[in-house]
T-cell receptor, first 114, second 114 residues
């Protein structure tokens, strides 16, 4: 079984500031980890994912995330926030073999102020 | 046309109406999903279809009835809904056995029950 905890339902940053969205997971098997972004009245779009190999993964729009097994974390970062980054972000986990459904966190709304 | 397409984008219906939501995927995937996204609540997995057979039903009320006639199409039939069923309904698809790819989501149907 898997679960995801996203700390903070809302995160506010100023334009140009560091973005840090936290995600911790629980999984009984080696996990696949994902970050999705959702803009208002849109579906979820894949931002980046970790499957195997390098633990620091880069995604679209300048975002990256680091898989830390010892901390069971997969935090999302971006060095400099842009107004267009304002959206809701979802962390998700799945098992790494065969049929496995994604388990999503509750989401974190990122607010970016000028 | 590529990706996952949902129609209609917006739907307003009375509590005694019968309507259907449609989802179509052009990715060659063999698994499809219905999610419900309500304000201030986490994503709720409603139904999972793999190879056109329902494999998971998370205790969804019978007023929601899914149909998967083939691997490319998924429907959600609605009847005698309640105002609390107002939400964004998201369809997603994936390839069984390839959990590393994650899911591809449609843009959703915004449903309002009056």
């Amino acid at each position: 079984a898997q679960s995801v905890t996203q700390l903070g339902s809302h995160v506010s940053v100023s334009e140009g500031a560091l973005v840090l969205l936290r995600c911790n997971y629980s999984s009984s098997v080696p996990p696949y980890l994902f970050w999705y972004v959702q803009y208002p009245n849109q579906g979820l779009q894949l931002l980046l994912k970790y499957t195997t190999g390098a633990t620091l993964v880069k995604g679209i729009n300048g975002f990256e995330a680091e898989f830390k097994k010892s901390e069971t974390s997969f935090h999302l970062t971006k060095p400099s926030a842009h107004m267009s980054d304002a959206a809701e972000y979802f962390c998700a986990v799945s098992g790494n073999s065969g049929y496995s459904t994604l388990t999503f966190g509750k989401g974190t709304m990122l607010l970016v102020s000028p | 046309e590529t990706g996952v397409t949902q129609t209609p984008r917006h739907l307003v219906m009375g509590m005694t109406n019968k309507k259907s939501l449609k989802c179509e995927q052009h990715l060659g995937h063999n698994a499809m999903y219905w999610y419900k996204q309500s304000a201030k609540k986490p994503l709720e997995l409603m139904f999972v279809y793999s190879l056109e057979e329902r494999v998971e039903n998370n205790s969804v009320p019978s007023r929601f009835s899914p149909e998967c006639p083939n691997s490319s199409h998924l429907f959600l039939h609605l009847h005698t809904l309640q105002p609390e069923d107002s939400a964004l309904y998201l369809c997603a698809s994936s390839q069984d056995g390839e959990a590393s790819r994650g899911y591809t989501f449609g843009s959703g149907t915004r449903l309002t029950v009056v």
